[in-house]
């Protein structure tokens, strides 16, 4: 039983770190080769396993079979080692004998080169997520199609476009250099923001899945922040981000699955270690001139882990949310500031902010304009939430929504 648990850890864990050493030594356009040797450690441990025993080292005994592997595979495949010997990375030795540098720095190093060259402006941003997930955080193809709310050949046939693309291009998988860290870092952290958010916003699936695809995206910004040449301030300030809404993640569901809204949380149920660590992060973040996206959206989410209902708090993240549109909008931080508003000044008032928004097809819209008119005209407040639950398809929003007109009609 032992190695049946074992397994499918190791796999999460081990598998990218292989991979990406694979894809480094190899390049791109022999990704697959990579995927298979590796696919092939994890099918002999199963085997081995099963047999004879969890090793004493797991890990241990996983690098040295896959260095095995891939050795083999070189030898019987001259005319493959004699490319990649005329390609190895100009930092490796030159030796007779290719290898496999298993070690933590390279691994790191391996994981930083793959971000670079996944995060690339030229795949589309679900297509980078896809090949994120499999290549730098061991996600199968059917987890991540879960994670999208879609069926396994849509992932697949993304993934398989992005290699394509990667190879078309004949991208390099290095280190990268200044400009690259400058050129392209913002598609990095956009990439790693986007992963951090399917996970924690999305309310259709596992607490489990949803859980690991916030760990991943906090394991490869921390890559980042490891690095002397990426240790950014916007990074550390996304980083910070992270924590502050991972410290509330397990009194955001009840334990039948439902949403709990914020102001109905038990804040004993906040991690106060990881809020401790989004301020530390986000402290981190002050250095420098510039301010980021992710810098204003760790200022709103520290004041949301600050549960007394105070004007200060409230006007903070009005200020916070103000900045946010003037340096890049979007409907969902309009519809949040809103609510924002709507502490700082009156219900009233912040209808007629909210109706400027004219979000039509947006659920959300609705279900903020039921809630402005709770107290103010039930009849409006009950058809604004009915229109709400037609347009979501969220199955906890839609429990929310039915419970609120319920609320009402009582």
């Given at each position: ?92 030795p030159k030796t007779e004998e290719i290898e496999v540098d298993l070690s933590v720095k390279n691994i790191n190093d391996s994981q930083l080169a793959m971000m670079f060259t996944v995060c690339n402006p030229g795949i589309s941003n679900e297509a980078q997520i896809s090949l994120a997930l499999n290549l730098l955080c061991g996600f199968g193809i059917q987890e991540i199609a879960d994670a999208f709310l879609t069926n396994k050949e849509v992932v697949y046939k993304r993934i398989n476009r992005a290699k394509e693309k990667l190879k078309t291009d ?241």
């Amino acid at each position: 039983m032992e190695e049946q648990i074992l397994i499918p850890h190791l796999f999460r864990t081990e598998y990218r770190k292989i991979v990406s050493v694979l894809c480094y030594l190899f390049g791109i356009e022999h990704i697959e080769v990579a995927e298979d040797i590796v696919s092939d450690t994890f099918l002999a441990a199963t085997e081995l396993w099963s047999m004879q025993g969890v090793p004493e080292n797991p890990t241990a005994w996983l690098y040295t079979v896959a260095k095995n592997k891939t050795k083999n595979y070189l030898k019987r495949n001259s005319l493959f080692k004699q490319t990649i010997s005329a390609e190895i990375k100009y930092n490796m030795p030159k030796t007779e004998e290719i290898e496999v540098d298993l070690s933590v720095k390279n691994i790191n190093d391996s994981q930083l080169a793959m971000m670079f060259t996944v995060c690339n402006p030229g795949i589309s941003n679900e297509a980078q997520i896809s090949l994120a997930l499999n290549l730098l955080c061991g996600f199968g193809i059917q987890e991540i199609a879960d994670a999208f709310l879609t069926n396994k050949e849509v992932v697949y046939k993304r993934i398989n476009r992005a290699k394509e693309k990667l190879k078309t291009d004949s991208i390099k998988i290095e280190q990268p250099s200044l400009l690259q860290i400058n050129d392209r870092l913002e598609t990095v952290l956009t990439t790693l923001y986007l992963l951090f958010s399917e996970g924690y916003y999305s309310t259709s699936y596992t607490t489990i899945v949803r859980k690991d695809l916030c760990t991943e995206a906090m394991r490869l910004t921390y890559l980042l922040i490891e690095n002397e040449t990426t240790n950014k301030p916007a990074v550390n300030a996304l980083l910070s981000l992270m924590f502050f809404h991972s410290s509330r993640f397990d009194a955001r569901t009840s334990e039948n699955g439902e949403t709990i809204l914020y102001q109905h949380q038990d804040e004993t149920l906040w991690d106060s270690d990881f809020i401790d660590k989004g301020t530390y992060f986000l402290n981190r973040a002050s250095s420098g001139v510039q301010v980021s996206k992710y810098h204003l959206e760790a200022g709103i989410a520290y004041w949301h882990t600050q549960k007394q209902d105070t004007s200060e708090k409230w006007e903070s993240i009005l200020q916070f949310y103000d900045q946010l549109l003037i340096l890049e909008y979007s409907p969902i931080a309009a519809l949040n500031r809103t609510f924002a508003f709507s502490k700082t000044n009156s219900k009233e008032q912040a209808i007629i902010e909210a109706e400027k928004l004219q979000l039509n097809d947006n659920p959300f819209y609705y279900s903020l304009l039921g809630k402005l008119y709770t107290d103010l005209d039930t009849t409006k407040a009950i058809r604004h939430y009915e229109i709400a639950l037609r347009l979501t398809k969220s199955k906890a929003d839609r429990s929310i929504i039915v419970k609120n007109i319920g609320l009402l009609r009582r």
